[in-house]
């Protein structure tokens, strides 16, 4: 049971990792503009920024690339989307407290890529989430409404579906695997609902994870093809044409682009599609280790030289990396043929496989070197999990639409003392937020609790039955 020394804060306001399964952490949604109708654009700033500078780049002419064909087989695959997100905003304190208030509309746009001839669009799930209606526009300027398929929002990845009367062009998968640093790439998107828009650079580098120490399963391919808001959602090809990418994410301190963009890679995005229209859902397999990045700090602690690779801090009982001999202290050094640096190559690598694929695992043991094949298995969902002696249970559909949120847990039970009698945190609260980061289910704060321990939780944010914001700063 953690020990409280005390609580710092107490505000109100109206209103791990089993490696290659899941995150139950992400960024906190973006401020919804209070306005009647807000037409905006779609796009992710990460937290990862630099200070602006002045990038070259080579002529692409002048070193004999051609990049008209794979312009002229990708630019009437790319298409705008646009969602309309209808809520009832409060309008007074009043309102806030009774659930009152006026309906209101946002529009946002992005971009998104046929994938198929009978209309399967890919985009990015940040373009349509919260929807209430979702509208794509060809590059002939042909409207259709889409309809969603599905959803993996942990890599930001949503699948659409329009019924149009003829075959649509469309955009074949290529393998993000093989794509090199320094190959040139086009990026394709349709941000302003004229017609779509290209851009070339270069594969500045793979297996990008912008939030490194979080264990979030991010893996981007990073271009400084120029991506700008709007653009969310578009292709990434290659010159032959092939999609290898997902525009998603760029750096910036001010929302347009300086320098750096990042893509999922379609390897994983072609995973995630397949898997929707298969099962309806992701389907997630585990390894069965936890356990970070190896560096020059954990390699000394280990005795080793090597400082490349991924560290294997735990084995869970009954899974494929357990039966399949990996140890606690290894480094995985390889998946098959893929080469692992970090914990992004690894995560990503695993994304694109299914419970029951095996994987040939590379293993530095002692210094020597050992290949095992993993059987991968089934990610198994807990419905309910116990933090800090308060029970929790994933959130039922009356309370999301309650509350307007897709992601938390329900206290059902508080026996802490503390939180309970000191605090006021009854069954009927909701559990939004960890250390400032979202709570996605009750298996994936399992999986925090279990790599990191119940003495690293040092926030919790919670909405209160009556829809208040409360936030818990301990230490």
Known sequence: MKKFASLLLVS????????????????????????????????????????PTKTTTTNAATAGIDFT?????????????KNKVTRVAPRSIWD???????????IGTGSGVIITPDGHIVTNNHVIKGSNEIQVTLNNNKNYVAKLIGTDPNMDIALLKIDADEELPFISFGNS???????????????????????????????????????LSQSFIQTDAAVNPGNSGGALVNTNGELIGINTAITSQTGSYIGYSFAVPSNIAQKIVADLLEFGDVQKGLLGVSGGSLNAVVAERIGTTETEGFYVGKVFAESGAEEAGIQEGDVIKKLDEVKISNFADLSGYLSSKRPGDV??????????????????????????????????ENLSKDDASKYEIDYGLKVTDNNNKQLYQELGITPGYILIEVNGKKVQSAQGLQNFIDSYGEDQVRILAFINPKGQYERFIFR
């Open 96 to 106: 806030l407290y009774n659930g009152t208030g006026r309906p209101e509309t946002q």
């Open 12 to 51: 109100a306001l109206g209103g791990v990792i089993s490696i290659g399964a899941y995150k139950f952490l992400s960024e906190s949604p973006e401020k919804v503009e209070q306005a009647s109708v807000v037409e905006q654009t779609s796009y992710i700033p990460t937290n990862f920024v630099n200070s």
């Open 359 to 392: 994987v040939n695992v590379t293993v530095m043991r002692n210094d020597d070197y050992e290949t095992l094949a993993v059987t991968l298995t089934k990610e198994e969902r807990a419905n309910s999990v116990k933090l800090m002696n308060m029970q929790l």
């Open 177 to 215: 695997d093989n794509a090199k640093i320094g190959e040139w790439v086009l990026a394709v998107g349709n941000p302003f609902n004229l017609t779509s828009t290209v851009t070339a650079g270069i594969i500045s580098a793979k297996g990008r994870d912008l939030n490194e120490g979080d264990n």
């Open 69 to 81: 064909v794979a312009a002229e087989k990708t630019v009437n695959a790319v298409v705008h989307v």
